[in-house]
């Protein structure tokens, strides 16, 4: 068993867990944090995608022990309270949510991006959330909700 | 759009999002429970194979296994079906596909039971496999399932006029064969479901469920209690296009076995390698297309012999190929038409209902043949589909004259091609003859003949496809929706309906239409956990039926409340008889007097007057009918059509087709959400692009090669640019203000729009799906030769 210090939605947090279990399981079991999803387990699929220091990552491809010293921010942890960030409010209003599974880690590989690259054009839109899969949607609206978000915090 | 409407037609927000874009929506394996033990699968690599015996001696008394379950732990039926019994919950006797389980190991650690699995020692002799269709019903092929008596799922045919006068009438003849691929749902959540023992009360499941209704009829009969005694209850769902119903009956089922058998909760949950080995899939089909045709593009005979890959269990192969039979020879008015479709038993993995369901593959045949006709005449894409296009008072190929709504396929079309100016591109871009070259697998080095200057390495094509579309299930069985509307005191309403929100957006279309019938808003909807115990059983969701039929009940219930509350209002504000009262912004009116009253008000006084404010709305499917025998009936109660047309970029060296735009022309009725039925046009557009270039699930005797997303290949945000939905709302007096069917036409048309697009770009006609790199280059499909991937060996 090791003992893991980090920080998760923006507190600190300490854990006794087995070495070898993954970020994702970490999250989902142990913290009860169950809006990261697992949707292939191999890093292709994207749905369980958390942000590591601001990087968007496949919380499946990461091993819990990974975390030590990091901030970690899961969907959990975008919105304050029952108050939506921009991003999740345009998702809502452009339609890009629809079964919804892939929409955790869409807004935080869309969250990372709009960190990094706060006026992004469309194709750096579609780059940064190539990694995440969608069937639902065919990802037009969700393109269309970052791109507005980007908008609105420009203006801010 | 209909002005009069306050909330139809607009962009109205998920009822459900807010949950879902916080992470707090619960899916099936976000659900725990005190003492829940999993279940892990037990399988063999083979595709046919006769199991001789298990041996779990190994293993059996193991502390991490609480238990073994078999095919003798089952109660009830030990196979099952959604029409025929012939799949096994466990095997006992034979694997007749790779994904088929044998056993079920229960205990509370997932990885110790997946460990221990591979201990169990399966004797099994390999039985010979038929892994092509075409070979299902020779003499000498084995028997998939000998009780059956051959390798024939089912025989539909169509037949109409005489084909053979006809062809004898006919100018000219083209005869054609298309085939389509095996395609995965790849919904992004995989399977998962928890049943949960409840002693003398039965057992309760949570899960993944497309059907519930369905689940319910079939755990009830595998364990063998009646239909009260089992509850299912539907997590919010990620994703199904179809795909979680049959899997997820079995999963429910072998769950619910388990439960009893240890009394505990017990969660299946599946891996993705687990969800596409085991889970059905979309018909691959074989398709030979005959079509005579006079000099003026006039066609007066299509003669059409379709096989489809059942694989190794009926599921919905007979209403699959049902509709196909019916709808093969496209939106067109046709004299002479023979069409049979058969659906054989393969050792593949077994084909059932998928977003489409049975059209995505004629239309793709149909349209293509369609272009070749008109290069073939050389007249345009355009003008050959006038000239064959159903109009209102058409005769269908089964005999059904279209009335009673509006028979929109030229007004799609005139729109698509005017919003695209698709017929200046089209002949800009059409070439004579092929440009791509001819490729010598006894030489495969690069000739000099085979050099493409720069400049002509990327080519555009347009293209477009017509299709029309029978709503909801036509005669392939009951077809009713019930919901239950709840008005309390304050205004505020509770929803439910029997049928399933798939992610599709249907709760929130059912508030907005009982928000529009109450005159409130859909916020003031609270829509209601899907649970088989609350509300009756309306069917499957499926066909594109829920706006159409569930919109019709939810529309009959918020009616019945509507009516006793204007009673109300009319007594009680003392208005005349001929007054009419009416709800609109939470208000209520009376066209004499005006404003009257709040809504809330008006609820509040009827509560206290002891008026019943909750009711069960109901919705009936005018009657259909059919008969197999002729093949001819009125096979659905009202159809919708959809144009789409594709343009593409071709890149003659690489083979890669890219899709530039997609302008997708869809008459679905009323449109109830803007926002709803725009995101069903985006994603049906490009699952359906998926289909024309690159999705497919290839077997290597009968082994799945693509097992996750690293090898089955789904469209990214990076591969389609622009879609463009148009909507024409065409008229019908059906379902809730003529609201009818979006999800499926949606996707069914896109493939066949690009393949004819890449004809026009190129000047070579491709008759086989996936339009993928090697396919445009080398003319044929590459497979790897052997299976070696994936976690599961």
């Known amino acids: ?156 | 759009m209909n002005k009069e409407f306050s909330v139809v037609g607009k962009r109205v927000i998920r009822e459900d999002g807010f949950d879902k874009i916080t992470g707090r929506a619960k899916f099936a394996d976000d659900y725990k429970f005190d003492g829940m033990l999993y279940a892990v699968m037990l399988r063999i690599p083979s595709a046919h194979a006769k199991i001789n015996s298990i041996d779990f001696s190994e293993i059996e008394n193991n502390e991490a296994i609480s238990a073994i379950i078999t095919s003798a732990d089952v109660p009830g039926i030990k196979k099952t079906g959604l029409i025929k019994n012939d799949q096994p919950i466990f095997c006992d006797e034979k694997v007749v596909t790779p994904g088929d389980v044998l056993a079920m190991l229960v205990g509370n650690s997932e990885n110790e039971l997946r460990n221990l699995v591979k201990k169990a020692k399966v004797d099994y002799t390999e039985l010979p496999l038929i892994t092509d269709p075409a070979k299902a019903l020779d003499q000498e092929a084995i028997l998939i399932h000998p009780d059956n008596g051959s390798n024939l799922i089912v025989n539909h045919h169509v037949k109409k006029g005489d084909v053979e006068k006809g062809f004898e009438k006919s100018d000219h003849i083209l005869e054609q064969t298309y085939t389509t691929p095996l395609i995965e749902h790849a919904y992004i959540e995989p399977e998962a479901v928890t049943a949960i023992p409840l002693g003398f009360n039965g057992v309760k499941i949570i899960g993944s469920i497309q059907n519930p209704f369905t689940a319910r009829r079939i755990v009830a009969a595998v364990i063998n209690l009646p239909l009260d005694k089992v509850q299912i209850i539907q997590a919010h769902l990620g994703g199904s296009f179809g795909g979680k119903d049959d899997t997820m009956c079995i999963l429910s089922a072998r769950a619910a076995v388990a439960a009893l058998k240890a009394n505990c909760p017990v969660k299946i949950r599946y891996t993705r390698e687990e969800s596409i080995l085991e889970s059905y899939k979309r018909h691959p089909y074989i398709m030979n297309y005959k079509v005579g045709f006079s000099n003026s593009g006039k066609i007066i005979a299509m003669k059409i012999n379709i096989i489809a890959d059942g694989g190794a269990y009926a599921s919905m192969s007979p209403f699959v190929t049902w509709r196909s039979v019916v709808q093969a020879t496209g939106p067109y008015e046709i004299e002479n038409v023979h069409t049979e479709v058969r659906a054989v038993y393969t050792n593949n993995p077994y084909t059932g209902a998928m977003r489409g369901f049975g059209s995505p593959q004629p239309i793709f045949a149909n349209e293509s043949l369609m272009d070749e006709i008109a290069i073939h005449l050389g007249i345009s894409p355009v003008e050959i589909r006038k000239v064959n296009a159903l109009k209102n008072g058409s005769i269908t190929a089964t005999g059904q004259k279209l009335e009673n709504h509006d028979v929109n396929l030229i007004q799609v079309l005139d729109k698509a091609i005017y919003a695209a100016d698709f017929q200046n591109k089209w002949r800009a871009n059409k070439k004579e003859k092929p440009l791509t070259k001819e490729f010598d697998f006894n030489n495969p080095v690069l000739q000099d003949y085979q050099y493409v200057e720069p400049d002509k390495l990327i080519q555009k094509g347009i293209g477009l496809a017509v299709s029309y579309r029978g709503c909801s299930l036509g005669a392939e069985g009951i077809d009713t929706a019930s919901a239950y509307l709840s008005i309390q005191n304050d205004g505020t309403v509770y929803l439910l309906s029997g049928l399933a929100e798939n992610g599709q957006g249907m709760r929130t279309t059912f508030a907005i239409i009982a928000a529009e019938a109450l005159g409130i808003l859909p916020e003031q909807i609270f829509y209601l956990e899907t649970d088989t115990s609350r509300i009756p059983d309306s069917g499957p969701t499926v066909a594109s039926r829920s706006t159409l039929m569930g919109g019709g009940a939810v529309r009959n219930a918020a009616e019945i409340l509507s009516g006793r509350l204007k009673k109300i209002v009319k007594e009680e504000f003392k208005l005349s008889e001929e007054d009419v009262v009416s709800f609109r912004e939470n208000l209520v009116f009376s066209r004499k007097k005006g404003l009257t009253a709040k809504f809330s008000e008006v609820c509040k006084l009827a509560y206290s007057l002891g008026i019943n404010l909750a009711t069960i709305g109901y919705y009936k499917s005018p009657s259909v009918h059919w008969d197999e025998k002729s093949g001819h009936g009125d096979a659905y109660f009202t159809y919708v059509y959809g144009c789409q047309v594709a343009e593409v970029s071709v890149n003659i060296g690489t083979g890669e087709v890219y899709v530039n735009k997609i302008t997708a022309v869809h008459d679905p009725g009323t449109v109830i959400n803007k926002l709803g039925a725009e995101g069903q046009v985006y994603g049906g557009v490009t699952q359906g692009a998926g289909y024309a270039l690159f999705e497919g699930i290839t077997t290597e005797k009968g082994l799945i090669r693509e097992l996750n997303f690293d090898q089955y290949l789904i469209p990214t945000s990076k591969d389609i640019d622009v879609i463009k939905p148009v909507f024409v709302e065409g008229k019908d007096s059906y379902g809730a203000w003529g609201a009818k069917s979006l999800g499926e036409p949606t996707l069914e048309l896109t493939a066949a729009a690009i393949s004819n697009a890449v004809r026009n770009a190129v000047g070579k006609r491709f008759f086989n799906l996936p339009l993928n790199l090697e396919e445009i280059v080398l003319g044929k499909k590459l497979c790897p030769q052997e299976v070696k991937r994936g976690s599961l060996q």
């Open chain 1, 1 to 156: 068993m090791i003992t893991l210090k980090f920080i998760l939605n923006g507190k600190e947090v300490s854990i006794t867990t087995e070495p070898h279990i993954r970020l994702l399981d970490l999250l989902r079991d142990k913290f009860d944090l169950t809006g990261t999803k697992e949707g292939c387990g191999v890093g292709e699929c994207g749905a369980c995608t958390v942000l590591m220091n601001g990087r968007a990552v496949n919380s499946c491809l990461a091993l819990a022990a990974q975390v030590e010293g990091y901030e970690i921010v899961t969907i959990e942890g975008i919105s304050n309270g029952d108050v939506l960030s921009p991003l999740q409010k345009n998702f809502l209003l452009h339609g890009a949510v629809q079964c919804g599974f892939c929409t955790p880690g869409m807004v935080l590989s869309a969250a990372a991006l709009l960190d990094q690259t706060p006026n992004p054009t469309e194709e750096e839109i579609k780059d940064a959330i190539a990694g995440n899969l969608c069937r639902c949607t065919g990802y037009k609206q969700i393109v269309d909700a970052i791109k507005e978000t980007a908008k609105e915090l420009q203006v801010k």
